[in-house]
């Protein structure tokens, strides 16, 4: 990180000539503390910012607590809002003011990390004698600043501890959990956004984070975002991100949802030297919206044809199992192949039978559907293969094409397949077998052409062994195979979560509707049997019994939330072992990763590597 190499003994300087023209003294830094009441309140205005990052402070605190050190939070005035760890330290440094509700700015106490890095907005630390008061020679202080997604100043994270604990890997630990902090704040912001991870190379360390409104204006991004594309308060709201990077339209160019797995090559506007490395990391867009990267005003969709409501750029994706499944999908699409959709009911197979028709060169012709269990069976036949004029009572007097016959030249989407009796099946494969279709009545068989997609719930093969499904059939039909994973094994729950709310504010034409943490803890862990399909119907139910656009976990249907049981956190015994041994060996040797590296006999890449998992799910 650029900014570490800078000569941190300047800025000491610089913050040294400040100290002394603002006459800091010991006395007068004493009492430059909040009284009980007036800390409450003052903590009250910075209530939501210290909630975000209270797994965070709750992580390090942990990891910190037997190591006579401790972790603070401060605000942009340097009033400590936070500081936990070792019990101890805690204590020890009540006498030089290292509490809730003292002021650590430059101008009350000189020199130290927290109130030199709110002035200079760079990672620095300070330590032993470097601190300008005499009192606090016994600390080291390593603090990193904490900016919003608009480059504005935010808070100050510090690690403090006996100065002559200190390693200088302690300020990269600290500045490394500054920037996680800031990405955490830009992803779960409330504004309906696009974020894009930019990176110099492939699979890059530091990615720079750069958000993008609806209408392809850059509002935000991270510290190396703001770096990399020199993003100020002139660039942000007012510029439009093609205007900074070339080549964006196929990453912003596209309805709501569909997340990319695939990076694509970007360059600056000002250099085609410089090159970036750019993926979609979330997208929470409302839905039936794309963009014109060349202009700020909205565009409906393109669709290709009606009949097909979804394609893939409709899906929403981030989780690994679901894009391996939408990947085969896409390329399955492309050719006539008959494919097979299985997964639980609600998981989306009807959406990906009508997104891989509309990515399929069939995409102008009929796309038809028919469910083969939700029609009678006395029924089913007509509605396959259609009828001829007067084949039977209540006929229409023109005769009647089937399902089959409509799609001519297009797809059929067979759902429920497992359902179709044993005489269709044996009447389908016929049809499989020569491509024509004799209706009900009629002795001139018909020739169709059509592409068939297939859809269960249940395991097809079990009922060919059973005998309920024909194998010949089985065999026919199974093409590819593409299993959707059922909403409880996928990791983007939470995402998907956000995007569904984002289209029934649509839909209840209100503002911004938000989930609340025990809302957020009931998404991730509760099974949801009906899969996606359940999720939105009880989003929506909880969106209209919400106040103030809040969903709480009391809005929640009474069915889900009586058979809900939050969450104990369990956390794996081994890896706890492992995580403690590492952290406790780092803190005797002052941050040593080498040395520490050393004692426990494992790889400096694994002592890194325990290092960036420092903030937790952040």
Request: charged residues 25%; glycine residues 6%.
């Given at each position: 990180?650029?900014?570490?190499?800078?000569?941190?003994?300047?800025?000491?300087?610089?913050?040294?000539?400040?100290?002394?023209?603002?006459?800091?003294?010991?006395?007068?830094?004493?009492?430059?503390?909040?009284?009980?009441?007036?800390?409450?309140?003052?903590?009250?205005?910075?209530?939501?910012?210290?909630?975000?990052?209270?797994?965070?402070?709750?992580?390090?605190?942990?990891?910190?607590?037997?190591?006579?050190?401790?972790?603070?939070?401060?605000?942009?005035?340097?009033?400590?809002?936070?500081?936990?760890?070792?019990?101890?330290?805690?204590?020890?440094?009540?006498?030089?003011?290292?509490?809730?509700?003292?002021?650590?700015?430059?101008?009350?106490?000189?020199?130290?990390?927290?109130?030199?890095?709110?002035?200079?907005?760079?990672?620095?630390?300070?330590?032993?004698?470097?601190?300008?008061?005499?009192?606090?020679?016994?600390?080291?202080?390593?603090?990193?600043?904490?900016f919003?997604?608009?480059?504005?100043?935010?808070?100050?994270?510090?690690?403090?501890?006996?100065?002559?604990?200190?390693?200088?890997?302690m300020?990269?630990?600290?500045?490394?959990?500054?920037?996680?902090?800031?990405?955490?704040?830009?992803?779960?912001?409330?504004?309906?956004?696009?974020?894009?991870?930019?990176?110099?190379?492939?699979?890059?360390?530091?990615r720079?984070?750069?958000?993008?409104?609806?209408?392809?204006?850059?509002?935000?991004?991270?510290?190396?975002?703001?770096?990399?594309?020199?993003?100020?308060?002139?660039?942000?709201?007012?510029?439009?991100?093609?205007?900074?990077?070339?080549?964006?339209?196929?990453?912003?160019?596209?309805?709501?949802?569909?997340?990319?797995?695939?990076?694509?090559?970007?360059?600056?506007?000002?250099?085609?030297?410089?090159?970036?490395?750019?993926?979609?990391?979330?997208?929470?867009?409302?839905?039936?919206?794309?963009?014109?990267?060349?202009?700020?005003?909205?565009?409906?969709?393109?669709?290709?044809?009606?009949?097909a409501?979804?394609?893939?750029?409709?899906?929403?994706?981030?989780d690994e199992?679901?894009l391996?499944?939408?990947?085969?999908?896409?390329?399955?699409?492309?050719?006539?192949?008959?494919?097979?959709?299985?997964?639980?009911?609600?998981?989306?197979?009807?959406?990906?039978?009508?997104?891989?028709?509309?990515?399929?060169?069939?995409?102008?012709?009929?796309?038809?559907?028919?469910?083969?269990?939700?029609?009678?069976?006395?029924?089913?036949?007509?509605?396959?293969?259609g009828?001829?004029?007067?084949?039977?009572?209540?006929?229409?007097?023109?005769?009647?094409?089937?399902?089959?016959?409509?799609?001519?030249?297009?797809?059929?989407?067979?759902?429920?397949?497992?359902?179709?009796?044993?005489?269709?099946?044996?009447?389908?494969?016929?049809?499989?077998?020569?491509?024509?279709?004799?209706?009900?009545?009629g002795?001139?068989?018909?020739?169709?052409d059509?592409r068939?997609?297939?859809?269960?719930?249940?395991?097809?093969?079990?009922?060919?062994?059973?005998?309920?499904?024909?194998?010949?059939?089985?065999?026919?039909?199974?093409?590819?195979?593409?299993?959707?994973?059922?909403?409880?094994?996928?990791?983007?729950?939470?995402?998907?979560?956000?995007?569904?709310?984002?289209?029934?504010?649509?839909?209840?034409?209100?503002?911004?509707?938000?989930?609340?943490?025990?809302?957020?803890?009931?998404?991730?862990?509760?099974?949801?049997?009906?899969?996606?399909?359940?999720?939105?119907?009880?989003?929506?139910?909880?969106?209209?019994?919400?106040?103030?656009?809040?969903?709480?976990?009391?809005?929640?249907?009474?069915?889900?939330?009586?058979?809900?049981?939050?969450?104990?956190?369990?956390?794996?015994?081994?890896?706890?072992?492992e995580?403690?041994?590492?952290?406790?060996?780092?803190?005797?040797?002052?941050?040593?990763?080498?040395?520490?590296?050393?004692?426990?006999?494992?790889?400096?890449?694994?002592?890194?590597?325990?290092?960036?998992?420092?903030?937790g799910?952040?």
């Amino acid at each position: 990180m650029k900014t570490l190499l800078e000569p941190t003994s300047v800025f000491l300087q610089k913050s040294w000539e400040r100290s002394r023209m603002n006459g800091v003294n010991a006395l007068t830094a004493k009492d430059a503390i909040l009284e009980h009441s007036q800390f409450k309140q003052y903590r009250e205005q910075k209530e939501e910012f210290m909630r975000e990052i209270s797994p965070t402070m709750e992580h390090l605190a942990y990891w910190l607590k037997s190591s006579y050190s401790i972790v603070i939070i401060c605000d942009t005035s340097g009033y400590i809002l936070e500081s936990k760890g070792d019990p101890s330290f805690l204590k020890d440094t009540e006498k030089i003011q290292v509490h809730q509700g003292a002021c650590w700015s430059e101008q009350v106490r000189g020199t130290n990390s927290a109130g030199t890095v709110i002035v200079e907005k760079k990672p620095l630390a300070v330590v032993g004698k470097e601190h300008y008061l005499e009192a606090n020679h016994m600390l080291y202080c390593a603090a990193s600043p904490i900016f919003d997604p608009y480059g504005e100043l935010l808070a100050v994270l510090d690690f403090s501890g006996l100065s002559e604990k200190y390693h200088p890997s302690m300020l990269g630990m600290v500045d490394a959990m500054a920037r996680k902090i800031e990405d955490w704040l830009l992803i779960h912001r409330p504004e309906r956004q696009v974020v894009l991870s930019l990176s110099p190379q492939l699979h890059g360390a530091h990615r720079a984070l750069v958000a993008v409104n609806s209408d392809g204006v850059v509002i935000g991004g991270n510290r190396e975002a703001q770096m990399l594309l020199r993003l100020d308060k002139h660039v942000l709201g007012n510029t439009l991100l093609s205007e900074l990077l070339t080549d964006i339209e196929p990453l912003l160019h596209r309805p709501t949802g569909a997340v990319r797995s695939d990076t694509l090559v970007l360059r600056n506007t000002e250099s085609e030297e410089s090159k970036w490395h750019a993926s979609v990391l979330l997208d929470t867009r409302p839905p039936q919206t794309a963009w014109s990267t060349g202009s700020k005003v909205k565009q409906k969709p393109i669709r290709r044809n009606a009949s097909a409501l979804y394609s893939f750029h409709d899906i929403y994706g981030n989780d690994e199992p679901f894009l391996t499944a939408i990947r085969l999908a896409k390329r399955a699409a492309i050719t006539d192949y008959t494919i097979m959709l299985s997964g639980e009911s609600g998981t989306g197979k009807d959406i990906v039978s009508q997104a891989v028709h509309l990515a399929s060169p069939r995409a102008n012709k009929p796309f038809v559907a028919i469910n083969c269990g939700a029609i009678p069976k006395s029924l089913l036949e007509s509605e396959l293969f259609g009828y001829e004029a007067g084949a039977f009572t209540g006929a229409k007097q023109s005769g009647q094409p089937g399902k089959i016959e409509q799609a001519h030249e297009g797809t059929l989407f067979l759902d429920e397949i497992a359902e179709m009796p044993l005489e269709m099946q044996v009447a389908l494969l016929r049809v499989l077998q020569d491509f024509t279709v004799t209706r009900i009545g009629g002795t001139r068989p018909t020739h169709v052409d059509v592409r068939i997609i297939t859809a269960t719930h249940t395991d097809l093969w079990k009922k060919v062994q059973e005998g309920s499904f024909r194998a010949d059939l089985f065999y026919r039909l199974q093409g590819v195979h593409i299993i959707l994973p059922p909403l409880r094994e996928r990791a983007d729950r939470l995402q998907l979560a956000r995007l569904l709310l984002a289209g029934i504010e649509t839909e209840l034409n209100q503002g911004p509707l938000s989930l609340s943490a025990a809302a957020e803890q009931l998404i991730e862990h509760y099974p949801w049997p009906g899969n996606v399909r359940q999720l939105s119907a009880a989003l929506r139910e909880a969106a209209f019994l919400s106040e103030n656009g809040r969903l709480d976990i009391s809005c929640f249907p009474p069915y889900i939330l009586s058979s809900y049981q939050q969450p104990q956190k369990v956390t794996s015994e081994l890896e706890k072992l492992e995580n403690d041994a590492i952290v406790e060996v780092l803190l005797k040797t002052g941050g040593n990763v080498s040395q520490t590296a050393r004692l426990l006999g494992i790889g400096r890449s694994t002592v890194y590597r325990k290092i960036k998992k420092l903030s937790g799910p952040m």
